[in-house]
């Protein structure tokens, strides 16, 4: 078992910046994959980013690319989303996610452990 706990969520201005963390508890945290999704109101859940268990690998969804950034302490069990130049588009409520086998990082289902989401809202 993986428990998270994602912080950092709150109110911010256009062209802002966040940052987002979410805690790891259970299971050994440098074992696991761990992705962020995002879902605003009416929409589906979507991929955000994903870093490898090493923290080696990264992948980001083509709306986030070179304005977000995840990383990971593994000594510290924590992972993050480093959020800058926010778009209003951007507002959502924030899940982090761990991932216990390979394969595609997007593929919501894959995901064995959510956390219980923080709210992200960008406006002036």
């Known amino acids: 078992q993986v428990q998270l706990v994602e912080s950092g969520g709150g109110l911010v201005q256009p062209g802002g910046s966040l940052r987002l963390s979410c805690a790891a508890s259970?299971?050994?945290?440098?074992?696991?994959?761990m992705g962020w999704f995002r879902q605003a109101p009416g929409k589906d859940r979507e991929f955000v980013a994903v870093i490898s268990w090493s923290g080696s690998g990264t992948g980001y969804a083509n709306s986030v690319k070179g304005r977000f950034t995840i990383s990971r302490d593994n000594a510290k069990n924590t992972a993050y989303l480093q959020m800058n130049s926010l778009k209003p588009e951007d507002t959502a409520v924030y899940y982090c996610?761990?991932?216990?086998?390979?394969?595609?990082?997007?593929?919501?289902?894959?995901?064995?452990?959510w956390g219980q989401g923080t709210q992200v809202t960008v406006s002036s």
């Open positions: 259970g299971r050994t945290f440098s074992s696991v994959h």
């Open positions: 996610a761990a991932k216990l086998g390979s394969g595609n990082y997007a593929y919501i289902p894959g995901y064995n452990y």
